[in-house]
């Protein structure tokens, strides 16, 4: 009987190793599909990613080929095509609420901004994720409010994060807006400055990963939007004629109405 409890025993730690050794090698697709499930339901556009790699010994990770598409309303395909993501964990938080990221880079993202009537792309991403963000909160105090032994059992505290420094390098920005007809179908490039945001959640004790998202979402379309006033600015000097009078006689003012207008037009 022992010989049997004993193989029993052993049979048990090798499914549980061998479970363990699952959930980690597939670590990387567990979070690619959290990625993609919960970036569609707090964008409200298509989120897809092509690869997420980690390794919690290391505490190093990436993301490739994350993309970001347009909340309906928009005609571009797509708002956000991500190069790569970086970031280094502090690997003594991993199993703590809020996780500590040293640093988060995110290399050569391209960026469509685009403006029309009822707004730009990506300020109506970061509103939906804020409305997200703002539900998710709401079911979480609704959630714990039960009280009882119990609830602690079944409702976990959301997982939060502190991030010390996030960068945005080399982000390439194409500004498409179809609110002026005077452009007709010019698309315009800029490079925007790095953007680097700091210790992002630390005064509240963790942010949410959607507040992250928000904030990210909210200094890129800052940034975006100031790039965009100023190439738009200069592609007057190379609108034709007839294109560059449509455009003043549609603004009071002659070309200070027109600088006027396109910061009106995009949101600055």
Do not use: C, W
Not at 62 to 71: E, Q
């Amino acid at each position: 009987m022992l010989k049997k409890i004993l193989i029993g025993v052993a049979v048990l730690i090798v499914l549980i190793g061998v479970g363990v050794y699952f959930l980690f090698s597939n670590l990387g697709a567990i979070i690619e599909a959290a990625i993609e499930k919960y970036g569609t339901a707090a964008t409200q556009a298509t989120v897809a990613v092509d690869k997420v790699t980690l390794s919690l010994g290391e505490g190093k990770g990436s993301i490739t080929g994350l993309n970001v598409g347009n909340p309906p309303g928009f005609t571009t395909p797509r708002s956000f095509e991500m190069g790569t993501l970086n970031l280094a964990i502090d690997t003594g938080s991993i199993t703590a609420n809020p996780v500590v990221i040293r640093d988060v880079t995110i290399l050569a993202p391209k960026i469509t901004y685009e403006r029309g009537a009822s707004g730009g792309n990506l300020e109506a991403i970061r509103d939906n994720v804020r409305k997200y963000a703002g539900a998710q909160e709401s079911a979480g105090r609704a959630g714990g409010s039960g009280g009882g032994s119990s609830g602690g059992t079944s409702e976990q505290p959301e997982k939060k994060v502190i991030i010390e420094n996030l960068y945005v390098r080399d982000a390439q920005v194409t500004i498409v807006a179809t609110n002026l007809p005077a452009l007709g179908t010019r698309q315009l490039s800029v490079t925007l400055p790095t953007v680097h945001l700091r210790d992002i959640g630390k005064d509240k004790g963790g942010a949410t990963p959607a507040e992250v998202a928000s904030r990210v979402l909210g200094a890129l379309a800052d940034e975006a939007a100031k790039a965009s006033v100023a190439a738009l600015q200069r592609s007057l000097g190379d609108l034709g004629g007839a294109a560059r009078q449509q455009l003043e006689q549609a603004v009071p003012g002659g070309a200070g109405g027109v600088q006027e207008r396109l910061r009106g037009v995009l949101g600055r």
